[in-house]
């Protein structure tokens, strides 16, 4: 099988097919990312996946290409795993799949079926059936709707362990076809139609970001009435309807799926002539979400000009090194503007953050970072910084202002260590 896009989704997919014995080759259109897959060098971070590349790679069951040509003959299926990244007016860029497309079509040689795990708009599958029939006059392809579910950080275990597969095809027996590939995960498996598919993706994106939109919503009420938004989580989320996933009141989602999908969905329903209220108000919450650690900010420094401000965190999420989206880049341009002098350390994304913000100083650990600063603010909830010597961080800083925009401290015990502390949503 060939799996076309060799990025989180299309690598994870394909180290772990492999790893459940299938022959697989990844295709990618960039060849310096394919060259160092090849000498087992995966160009992002995620956990694990680095080991399950090289065993698999080494047993010959895993392969990396540039070439349709060599990847596309013979194969039984074609993954496609390209980018869908966030296009005019927040509709998702198809581009990358209609290119896949077309090039997958112009090297088969025989029957194929094609497995869509880009995150796509609804009706996107016909039109991949319809570019493959138009460039290739002599072999069919069906195309099938398998939405992807991993979460970067955890790709590996949530590929192998996943909660459901979702399979969507005009013909069942086609999705029965690629639900046998799944079915040593021993998952729930659901088969349905490919337009419900594609739509579940979205759906299942959007609720998981309404929810985290809701509980900013429910931190910025709670901080008003003397609340604490992480206890009033908790005591929802013991409640069994309710769950406690995604409640973490915070600086908001980012990340290179939930801004961009829920955008899309929000763009596919005016297309429709539906006004999304509830997709609308999930996104300008998120949006302004990122200001309020800069408002509180403010609030304990007066004005930033001049200010040292040190970022604890850069990704989007800890566990990775993506900076897709990331709160951080918003955070630090708009310090930044300000006038604020923003310096930050990330345990993976450094490397990634310094093309973006070029501005910015980046320091080797977060006792540099404190060192001097007049103010730090959590970011992103990296595991390290929950067991920070905070005693040395006080002492190091040049005024002890610490604002935790991912709560992971507690705010009675920093005030008694003599930080002046602002967390999210709790007082
Ligand atoms: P990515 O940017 O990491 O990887 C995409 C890869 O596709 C890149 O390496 C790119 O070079 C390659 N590519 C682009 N055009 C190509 C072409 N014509 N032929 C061959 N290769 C091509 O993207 P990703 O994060 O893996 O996301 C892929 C899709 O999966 C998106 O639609 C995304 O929304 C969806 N998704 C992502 C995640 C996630 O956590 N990253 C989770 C679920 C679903």
């Not at 970067?152 to 996943?162: I, K, V, Y």
């Not at 005009?170 to 088969?191: D, F």
């Not at 309020?292 to 800890?318: A, M, R, T, W």
Request: glycine content about 8%.
């Amino acid at each position: 099988m060939a799996i076309v896009g060799g990025g989180y989704v299309g690598l994870t997919t394909a180290a772990c097919l492999s790893d459940l014995g299938n022959e697989v080759v990844v295709l990618d259109i960039d060849a310096s990312k394919v060259e160092q897959l090849r000498r087992h060098r995966i160009h992002f971070y995620e956990p694990g996946l680095q080991e399950v590349v090289e065993r698999n790679t080494r047993a010959g069951r895993l392969s990396f290409t540039t070439s349709y040509d060599e990847a596309i003959p013979g194969a039984e299926f074609a993954f496609l795993a390209v980018s869908t990244p966030e296009g005019e007016g927040g509709q998702a860029d198809v581009s990358a799949v209609e290119k896949a497309a077309r090039s997958i079509a112009e090297a088969m040689d025989g029957p194929l079926i094609v497995v869509n795990k880009s995150t796509v708009p609804i009706g996107t599958g016909d039109l991949v059936s319809e570019i493959v029939a138009r460039h290739n006059e002599d072999h069919k392809a069906q195309v099938v709707s398998n939405p992807e579910f991993l979460r970067e950080g955890s790709a590996l275990q949530d590929f192998m362990n996943p909660d459901r597969v979702v399979i969507g095809a005009h013909e069942r027996s086609v999705a029965e076809l690629v639900a046998k590939l799944y079915e040593p995960l021993e998952a729930p498996i659901l088969l349905t139609d490919i337009y419900t598919a594609e739509m579940i993706k979205y759906a299942s994106n959007a609720f998981l970001a309404t929810r985290i939109s809701f509980i900013n919503e429910i931190a910025r009420i709670a901080e008003r009435v003397n609340a604490d938004v992480k206890v009033v989580a908790e005591g929802m989320g013991l409640d069994r309807r309710i769950g406690s996933h995604y409640l973490d009141a915070g600086i908001g989602y980012g990340g290179s799926c939930f801004p961009k999908d829920v955008k899309a969905l929000a763009a596919i329903a005016e297309q429709y002539d539906y006004h999304p209220e509830l997709l609308t108000a999930v996104i300008d919450i998120n949006r302004d979400q990122r200001l309020v650690v800069v408002d509180k900010l403010e609030d304990c420094l007066g004005k930033l000009s001049g200010q040292v401000i040190g970022l604890l965190g850069l990704s989007f999420k800890p566990n990775t090194d993506d900076m897709r989206e990331a709160p951080s880049i918003d955070i630090a341009r708009i310090l930044l503007a300000r006038g604020a002098n923003v310096r930050a350390y990330d345990p993976a994304a450094i490397e990634k953050a310094r093309a973006i913000l070029p501005e910015v100083d980046f320091l080797p650990d977060p006792y540099s970072v404190a060192e001097g600063a007049d103010a730090l603010i959590v970011v992103t909830e990296w595991n390290e910084f929950r067991n920070l010597d905070l005693v040395r961080i006080k002492r190091l800083m040049g005024r002890p202002v610490l604002i935790d925009g991912r709560n992971i401290y507690d705010p009675a015990d920093m005030r008694e260590r003599g930080f002046v502390y602002r967390g999210i949503g709790r007082n």
